[in-house]
Structure formats: structure tokens, C-alpha cells
Nanobody, 119 residues
Framework: QVQLVESGGGSVQAGDSLRLSCAVSGRTGTTYVMGWFRQTPGKEREFVASVPWRGGSTYYTDSVKGRFTISRDNAQNTVNLQMNSLKPEDTAVYYC????????????WGQGTQVTVSS
């Protein structure tokens, strides 16, 4: 089992920055891919970014490219999402998730953290 706990959400103005953090614990290992997703009411959960725990290529949804950066800190066992130049359309509940490298399905999810961006 892998436990994920997000933190760092809040309410900001458009153009501001926020840094989300996901504390990872449990039966972790290097064969996981860590991701961030987001969801707004009435919409499906949307992929935001991912990074392999062992390091390697990062992936972003087009709408956040150049503004968001995903990173992992193996020493602190955290996965972070630096969000710059925030827009009102970034408003959502953000979730940290994990999957095995050989699987397409994210099996482990955090409880989510609210990000609200006002214009």
C-alpha cells in the first residue's frame, strides 16, 4: 500500500504562484510513476503532470506547459507541483496519484487539496 497526502493548496490571485506537495509513504519503491490530477465540479478528473519516481521524462497536459513544474524529492519522499502564472481556469481540487511503471492505471490517490484562483 502507498499512502499519499497533499498539502499546499489555497486561494490566490491570477498570476500568483503556489507549490503543492505530496508526502509519499508506505510500500514505496523506484518502480512508481507519480502524477498530479485535478478535478472541478461536474467534470472528469484531468491529468496534469507526471514524473517517474526513479527520475526521467516528465509529462504535462498542454494547458499547464511552461507554467507548472513537477519534481520529486527522494530524500524527503515528496512529489511537488510548482504552479506559476496561475489562471482562474486552474481552479480545481488537485490530487496526487501513483501507479506502477508497467500499468496505465493510477491505483493510489491522495485526498486532494483545493486550489482557487480568482481574477
Amino acid at each position: 500500500q502507498v499512502q499519499l497526502v497533499e498539502s499546499g493548496g489555497g486561494s490566490v490571485q491570477a498570476g500568483d504562484s503556489l507549490r503543492l506537495s505530496c508526502a509519499v509513504s508506505g510500500r514505496t519503491g523506484t518502480t512508481y510513476v507519480m502524477g498530479w490530477f485535478r478535478q472541478t465540479p461536474g467534470k472528469e478528473r484531468e491529468f496534469v503532470a507526471s514524473v517517474p519516481w526513479r527520475g526521467g521524462s516528465t509529462y504535462y497536459t498542454d494547458s499547464v506547459k511552461g507554467r507548472f513544474t513537477i519534481s520529486r524529492d527522494n530524500a524527503q519522499n515528496t512529489v511537488n507541483l510548482q504552479m506559476n502564472s496561475l489562471k482562474p481556469e486552474d481552479t480545481a481540487v488537485y490530487y496526487c496519484a501513483a501507479r506502477r511503471e508497467w500499468s496505465n492505471e493510477y491505483n493510489y490517490w491522495g485526498q486532494g487539496t483545493q486550489v482557487t484562483v480568482s481574477s
